[in-house]
């Protein structure tokens, strides 16, 4: 059997997205230089998710199950909302509250008088939050915190430990994490933002994050996902959430801008675009926190959700 040694925490289902013409993607360094790669050199690390078995062997089955499990459904599905297709518009009664209606411009998004949604089969939503699942947790960051939270808990005082002992507990410890994530996802709103300009979603190194530890506040956390240069998923676990298919929302450019600083403050080493990157806005937003201007809490079973300008920071 062929053992896959190099272990894509970033899949080529979706870092291929990102591929222009030539097959080759930008990458932009910490220190603003730029370079060419095909998308089967990006988002990858060897052994990334290796276990050794009692004998010392290595068990390579986590990266199978990846592939098998998670990424071929997730193709599936991905060619499916590429497409557009299906999306379905329902006239809102009432243009709403001004104030709130020209805050959500403010942030970025395209306000119609339509609701859009995307009805889609339960096996394609199921393989969506999978996958979305599935990207938080395989992270090399993401298992980096979780090796060393089991360094520090799980060590045996002075005795000496193998490294690889405290990575079997992290990426067992991966997998449960997996389940607890796609459960929360499916049961939430699973937003696809469409970028209705001439910009484009970044991805970085960082991968894709959930805040942690889980907020006790009416959402215990949010995840933002680009998808492709023009699409990108946003999770919001909320109670009685639309779970027939994908909430459509359209931004503009200031709104890909907010996405992509979010994006941007967990990168590590690497940022990747389709287009020539804009360089001095990655420079500024490398590795930065994003501002986080939002609120929420129950009012009378209601979500009330709040925007603070003042924590908010200008472009």
Known sequence: MNEPKRHHWWPNVQSGQWAGADGMLH?????????????????????????????????????????REIETPFASALSQVLTLDGIQRRKLPGRGDPIQRK??????????????????????????????????????????????????????????????????????????????????????YIILMIADCDREFLFADGGVAAREPWSKRPMPFDLYAPLTPKLAFNVLPLPDAYTGGLWISRVNARGVARYNRMMLAGAKRFVFSKSPPPIDFIAKHFGVPAPSPFGSRWVDGKLETKYDRSRDRPF
């Open 103 to 188: 805050e959500v411009q403010e942030l970025g998004f395209i306000v119609g008088d339509y609701d859009e949604r995307m009805p889609l089969a339960t096996p394609v939503r199921i393989a969506i939050a999978n996958y979305l699942a599935a990207l938080v947790v395989r992270s090399p960051s993401y298992l980096t915190k979780l090796t060393d939270w089991h360094r520090a808990n799980n060590g045996s005082g002075d005795l000496p430990v193998d490294p690889s002992t405290f990575r079997g507990f992290a990426l067992e410890n991966m997998l449960y994490l997996y389940d607890v994530y796609r459960e929360a996802i499916a049961d939430g």
């Open 27 to 67: 990458v932009v360094r910490t220190d603003g230089t730029t370079f060419r790669a095909p998308p089967s050199k990006v988002g990858v690390e060897g052994e990334l998710y290796t276990r050794l078995d009692p004998s010392g062997a290595k068990d390579r089955e986590i990266e199978r199950w990846f592939s």
